[in-house]
């Protein structure tokens, strides 16, 4: 079992839709969790962290966590076409190690 | 503010060579990482540095790679010799402080082992 697991997609949305990621992982201590974004060719940017259980918003960001399901997700509010890339979900393990899974392609279609 | 710089962008080599590649992280970055990011996949650490220390290279194959940061600035990853499988992007990201939470990443190598 992958220590982080995501769908590899590709997800494809119409524009204006919601986009829906979605991210397990195994290690039941993990703390921190992140998402990055990845245009094709380029390198990953943060673009989400979230720490407890529940719901944090940014501008059309959410993330949400559920600790008891090891389970974390993304969503897109009104996706655009420059959202397309490959969304890479992250988690701080113990001693500070950052494991990646491989990444849901998401292609917002306009 | 200058980004993670990383060169070169592209190195095609043939097996059994060597090859080396640099980074600069942001300045006033302690903690410097290198990961490989193969097609398709995330990214997998190789080693990453608290300054001059490398404090995790669990994953680094020291059979042929090695890396450095000698003054706990800038870092060189080198693999000697490269074997086919060796073919991934090299990712070298930086962040402000052990604890800190937020990776600034290079715009990577693009390694081919022909």
């Known amino acids: 079992q992958k220590e982080v697991e995501q769908n590899s997609g590709p997800l494809s949305v119409p524009e204006g839709a919601i986009a829906s990621l979605n991210c397990t992982y195994s290690?039941?201590?993990?703390?921190?969790f992140f998402w990055y974004r990845q245009y094709s060719g380029k390198s990953p940017e943060l673009i989400m962290s979230?720490?407890?259980?529940g719901d944090k918003e940014d501008g059309r960001f959410t993330a949400q966590l559920n600790k008891a399901s090891q389970y974390v997700s993304l969503l897109i509010r009104d996706s655009q076409p420059s959202d397309s890339a490959t969304y890479l979900c992250?988690?701080?393990?113990?001693?500070?190690?950052?494991?990646f899974g491989a990444g849901t392609i998401l292609r917002v279609k306009s | 503010e200058a980004g993670v710089a990383q060169s070169p962008r592209y190195k095609i080599i043939e097996k059994k060579q060597p090859v080396a590649f640099w980074c600069n992280p942001i300045?006033?970055?302690?903690?410097l990482y290198w990961y490989l990011q193969n097609l398709g996949q995330g990214p997998e650490l190789l080693i990453r540095?608290?300054?001059?220390?490398?404090?995790?290279d669990s994953q680094l194959p020291k059979d042929r790679f090695s890396a450095e940061r000698l003054k706990g600035v800038d870092s060189t990853l080198k693999i000697q010799p490269a074997e086919l499988g060796d073919s991934a992007v090299y990712l070298c990201?930086?962040?402000?402080?052990?604890?800190?939470?937020?990776?600034?990443f290079g715009s990577g190598t693009q390694l081919s082992v022909l």
């Open positions: 990201a930086s962040s402000s402080g052990q604890n800190s939470e937020k990776l600034f």
């Open positions: 290690d039941r201590v993990s703390q921190s």
């Open positions: 979230i720490y407890s259980n």
């Open positions: 992250a988690v701080k393990r113990n001693g500070n190690k950052l494991v």
């Open positions: 300045s006033g970055h302690n903690t």
């Open positions: 540095y608290e300054n001059e220390e490398a404090v995790d």
